[in-house]
Every structure is written in C-alpha cells, then in structure tokens.
Nanobody, 127 residues
C-alpha cells in the first residue's frame, strides 16, 4: 500500500515562499495523477493543484495561479508544491493525494477522485 509523507511546511511572513514535498513509498507513483489539497480551520478541504502522471498536465485553484507551481520527479517518487508570494489566506494544512485510477487525468479537482492521502503539513502565513 502506498504511503505519502508531506514535508516542508512552516511559518512564513506574507510575501514569502515555501516548498512542500510529498514522498511516496510502498507502491506505484509514476503512473498516477497526484494532487495537493488544503484545509483551513472550519473550512472544507479544497483542491489546490494537480499534475498528471508524466507531468505533462497541471491545473490550479484560481487563487494560486501564478504563485504556486506543482511538479514531480518520478525517479524519486516525489511531488512538490512551490509556493511563492504567500498570503495569510493561504494558511492551512496541506495534503498530498494520489488519484484512485492509474493513467487518468479527470476529475482531478474532486476529493473523491483520490483514495490515498498523506497526513498533511501545516503552512502558516503571518501578515
């Protein structure tokens, strides 16, 4: 069974940057779409970004376009989320997830499309 472990979260001032990593182990990584989601206190978990299995396709939440970049390194079984120009409203726990179907890049914005999740890493942006 695949396990996902996020890292790289922390406390940063508005305008700063962070790079999140998600390392996969115990199963197949390279043939699955991967996603990043986030959840702020009292709010629903929301889609942030997705990347197809070869990294050809990427998509983003409108509010992070131009500031966040998703990428992956299949040789290292790791995906990344580079976050720049961070805003206080980006404060949340960030989760990585693996799509439930291999070689599939559909419904990537839906939580229900993912069946394997990491434990999350906290990102806090101070104003």
């Amino acid at each position: 069974q695949v396990q996902l472990v996020e890292s790289g979260g922390g406390l940063v001032q508005a305008g700063g940057s962070l790079r999140l990593s998600c390392a996969a182990s115990g199963g197949t990584f390279s043939t699955y779409t991967m996603g990043w989601f986030r959840q702020a206190p009292g709010k629903e978990r929301e889609f942030v970004a997705a990347i197809s299995w070869r990294g050809i396709n990427t998509d983003y939440l409108d509010s992070v376009k131009g500031r966040f970049t998703i990428s992956r390194d299949n040789a290292k079984n790791t995906q990344y989320l580079e976050m720049n120009s961070l805003k206080p409203e980006d404060t949340a726990k960030y989760y990585c997830a693996r799509h439930r179907r291999a070689f599939t890049y559909i419904d990537y914005e839906s939580r229900e499309s993912y069946n394997i999740w990491g434990q999350g890493t906290q990102v806090t942006v101070s104003s």
